[in-house]
């Protein structure tokens, strides 16, 4: 059996993942936990525009597309930094509005760990 890393969740993105559909919600957790377990599910991928060690699960849920971006280098647990509803209108670039709220949260968070 692996180790499996405790899933650490910043307020803001707990809040914004519990207004998800709850079967949109069961997916998301199943794929943090193979993170949490070592490994990366099929539908997170590393993100783009940050430090290495950030990943983005991308799902598309009736219709819609939700976004859970997680860390794993920032210490011994995995951190979930934002969740959203992609919204945008082009394609699928994420809007640089939730980029660099991405940014900030990290650069909060690497600072309240020191």
Do not use: C, N
Request: charged fraction near 35%; glycine fraction near 6%; hydrophobic fraction near 40%.
């Amino acid at each position: 059996m692996r180790p499996t890393r405790s899933i650490s969740w910043l307020k803001a993105a707990r809040r914004e993942f519990e207004a998800f559909p709850a079967d949109a919600q069961a997916t998301l957790l199943r794929a943090l936990t193979i993170a949490a377990e070592g490994s990366k599910a099929d539908i997170a991928k590393p993100f783009k525009g940050v430090d290495g060690g950030v990943f983005e699960i991308a799902l598309k849920h009736r219709g819609d597309a939700y976004r859970v971006i997680y860390a794993v280098q920032l210490g011994p647990d995995l951190y979930v930094i934002d969740a959203f509803q992609k919204k945008s209108k082009s394609g699928i670039k994420t809007p640089q509005r939730d980029v660099d709220r991405i940014k900030e949260r990290i650069k909060r968070l690497k600072e309240a760990l020191r």
